[in-house]
Antibody, heavy 123, light 110 residues
Framework: QVQLVQSGAEVRRPGSSVKVSCKAS????????INWVRQAPGQGLEWMGG????????KKAQNFQDRITITTDESTSTTYMVLRGLRSDDTAVYYC????????????????WGQGTLVTVSS | QSVLIQPPSASGTPGQRVTISCSGS????????VNWYQQLPGTAPKLLIF???QRPSGVPDRFSGSKSGTSASLAISGLQSEDEADYYC???????????FGGGTKLTVL
């Protein structure tokens, strides 16, 4: 059974960075993308970016182009997301989610999700 | 403001059929498939419908999806109390060059 297990909650000061991890297990991850999606309190879902595991290439949402880094460590099947220049409105639950790689311009469904990591940005 | 537009709320009584709409444009729903997610309170989203109408293994056939033009719909028949959740539509957007979501619809079972 596919599982995505994320790191624990974080509290950060404005202007700092946060690193969230997502460890994958139990399934085939060839030709899959690990996506990062966030959800601010009481708000909807926002896609931030993703990494194609087979190729290691990263795609980022326009809103996060300059602030996000996504990497993967194949030896531990763990994907990392670093968000820099944190602001109070970055307070949110951050999810990783698996999606199939389908050429880059298709609505790949996110079939498995991590449990979420609450990141609180406060001075 | 979300790219895909959903009503903020919907409601129904047990046993009823409810539908949730998702409106987009030719840049997303009009040219790409639609997925639906269910998010129970305090939990991560769960894939409910993919490729417009297909159900992952384990999703009851009370849930169905459809698409016409630049809009999609999620229908839930035989409404149950455990269906009370937030529902999100999602699709690729050619303009933003990435996946986008609707703002979510909170379903209340009266």
């Amino acid at each position: 059974q596919v599982q995505l297990v994320q790191s624990g909650a974080e509290v950060r000061r404005p202007g700092s960075s946060v690193k969230v991890s997502c460890k994958a297990s139990g399934g085939n991850f060839n030709n899959y993308i690990i996506n990062w999606v966030r959800q601010a309190p009481g708000q909807g879902l926002e896609w931030m970016g993703g990494i194609i595991l087979t190729f290691g290439s990263v795609k980022k949402a326009q809103n996060f182009q300059d602030r996000i880094t996504i990497t993967t460590d194949e030896s531990t099947s763990t994907t990392y997301m670093v968000l820099r220049g944190l602001r109070s409105d970055d307070t949110a639950v951050y999810y990783c989610a698996r999606g199939a790689y389908c050429g880059g311009d298709c609505s790949s469904p996110f079939d498995f999700w991590g449990q979420g990591t609450l990141v609180t940005v406060s001075s | 403001q979300s790219v895909l537009i959903q009503p903020p709320s919907a409601s129904g009584t047990p046993g009823q059929r409810v539908t949730i709409s998702c409106s987009g444009s030719s840049l997303n729903i009009g040219s790409k498939t639609v997925n639906w997610y269910q998010q129970l309170p305090g939990t991560a989203p769960k894939l409910l419908i993919f490729n417009n109408y297909q159900r992952p293994s384990g999703v009851p056939d009370r849930f169905s999806g459809s698409k016409s033009g630049t809009s999609a719909s999620l229908a839930i028949s035989g409404l149950q109390s455990e269906d009370e959740a937030d529902y999100y539509c999602g699709a690729w957007d050619d303009s933003l060059n990435g996946p986008v979501f609707g703002g979510g619809t909170k379903l209340t079972v009266l």
